[in-house]
């Protein structure tokens, strides 16, 4: 079975400082995706990054790019330049595709702080 | 654009009695998913559908059912509430086309079970 592994419960961060949240995965699959989202305190879920399984390039967008290492099974995020926007719950999700599902299975999620 | 919309925001309900949470989507999304997340669980995967017509159980399947009659709406339903039910639950949707697509959440439903 799929399984994400987050083993920060929190972080904190200095602002401007750049932080990692770390992910590992467990699959059988050879094809699969793996995400980041975002919860601030609202509540809402933010989708941030996204990464293939086949790609190999390691994905960026904006400030937040995916340190993803295949043989290790990991998919850190990368936050550079943190801001005090930046702090909230962060979950790694993954793309599973198991009996005909396709469905994200998630990690625990790090609580990140950044502090000014 | 309205996206995914889930009502109630939130809900206090008596355990034993039943309850239907409404989800309704406007992208024209296959897929569509239950969510429920609980403290240092993250998000588990109640049930889910891939298509209209179509649902499959998730993780947490037991005390829920689901329904997809049409593209847009996908309820959840509690029969019979009871205090282990208590979390806030997301639902989601995902084209599913292609190569991996993120899902789009709504804002979620806060239960409280007593």
């Known amino acids: 079975a799929q399984k994400i592994t987050q083993t920060q419960p929190g972080m904190f961060v200095q602002e401007k400082e750049a932080v990692t949240l770390d992910c590992t995965y467990d699959?059988?699959?050879?094809?699969?995706?793996l995400f980041w989202y975002k919860q601030p305190s609202s509540g809402e879920m933010i989708f941030l990054i996204y990464?293939?399984?086949?790609?190999?390039q390691n994905a960026t967008e904006g400030r937040y790019s995916l340190n993803f290492q295949k043989a290790r099974k990991s998919a850190n995020l990368v936050i550079s330049a943190s801001q005090l926007g930046d702090s909230a719950m962060y979950f790694c999700a993954m793309d599973i595709r198991d009996t005909g599902r396709r469905a994200l299975t998630f990690g625990s999620g790090t609580r990140l702080q950044v502090q000014p | 654009t309205a996206g995914i919309t889930q009502a109630p925001t939130s809900q206090i309900l008596a355990a034993g009695r039943s309850m239907t949470l409404r989800c309704t989507q406007d992208m024209r999304h296959n897929a569509m998913y239950w969510y429920r997340q609980d403290l240092g669980l993250g998000l588990r995967l109640i049930h889910y559908?891939?298509?209209?017509?179509?649902?499959g159980k998730g993780e947490v399947p037991d005390g829920y059912s689901v329904s997809r009659a049409n593209t847009d709406d996908f309820p959840l339903t509690l029969a019979s509430a009871v205090p282990s039910q208590t979390s806030v639950y997301f639902c989601a949707s995902s084209p599913q086309q292609g190569s991996w697509t993120e899902a789009f959440f709504g804002q979620g439903t806060r239960l409280t079970v007593v």
């Open positions: 990464q293939g399984s086949y790609d190999e």
């Open positions: 559908s891939n298509t209209a017509g179509t649902t």
């Open positions: 699959t059988s699959d050879q094809s699969y995706g």
